[in-house]
């Protein structure tokens, strides 16, 4: 959808473009108060993850909170999703104020047009604050990103430390016309971050 209205953007009037995105938003607004209507977890508003929460990635059962985190973004590409999954889940106590553990357990199920496979992983906290949430595998030499603004990553960098967001961009922008053996993976469903495609995750 931001795509259509960019490219009318391109091809029409100023004048069509700033109400075009001025609609966009105020329907994404709209939405989003609908969808907050459905979440009875209000802890979690306000929080690093309360977009994740939106999403629906993130479940209240009861005294713990359950992560389920697909990755069908493999590789940059037009945003369609592949045709298979890495599937990421874990839990953490569900209190207030919000708290990430130093460690936790991280299970990894990978499906779709693949051999489908399971395998499990402790993660260390590297990072929280209330901008991100960053976590680190030493075993598979790869971080788990949260940021407040939606974004989600898991990226098997295979590095031997722990790499920071800031470093993960710069990464980035250095290889991008290098191309990258091993992106970053990413989630159609908070990539697109569209409300309307949240109502199905309630």
């Known amino acids: ?18 109400s075009s995105v ?11 108060s609908e969808l907050l209507k459905f979440k009875n977890d209000t802890l979690l ?3 690093v993850i309360e977009e ?17 985190l697909p990755f069908d973004l493999h590789a940059p ?9 890495t599937e990421l889940t874990f839990q953490i106590s569900n209190e207030y104020p919000l708290k990430f553990p130093n460690q936790i357990e991280v299970k990894i199920y990978e499906y779709g047009c693949v051999k489908n496979q399971e395998w499990s992983s402790g993660f ?45 961009e710069e990464w980035l922008f250095k290889n991008e016309s290098d191309g990258l053996e091993i992106p970053p993976y990413e989630s159609t ?13 309630r």
């Open 1 to 18: 959808m931001r795509i259509l209205v960019f490219l009318l953007c391109v091809l029409g009037t100023n004048c069509f473009c700033q």
């Open 124 to 168: 260390s906290l590297a990072k929280f604050d209330k901008k991100q949430v960053n976590y680190y595998s030493a075993d598979l030499r790869s971080n788990l990103y949260f940021t407040k603004d939606g974004r989600l990553l898991y990226f098997p960098h295979n590095e031997s430390k722990s790499l920071s967001l800031k470093e993960l």
């Open 45 to 47: 508003f306000g929080t």
């Open 22 to 32: 001025e609609s966009f938003e105020m329907r994404q607004d709209s939405l989003r």
């Open 52 to 68: 994740h929460y939106i999403g629906g990635l993130v479940k209240n059962e009861g005294d713990q909170l359950k992560f389920v």
């Open 189 to 201: 469903l908070m990539k697109s971050f569209e409300y309307m495609n949240f109502f199905g995750k």
């Open 77 to 85: 590409d037009c945003g369609a999703p592949d045709c298979y999954t």
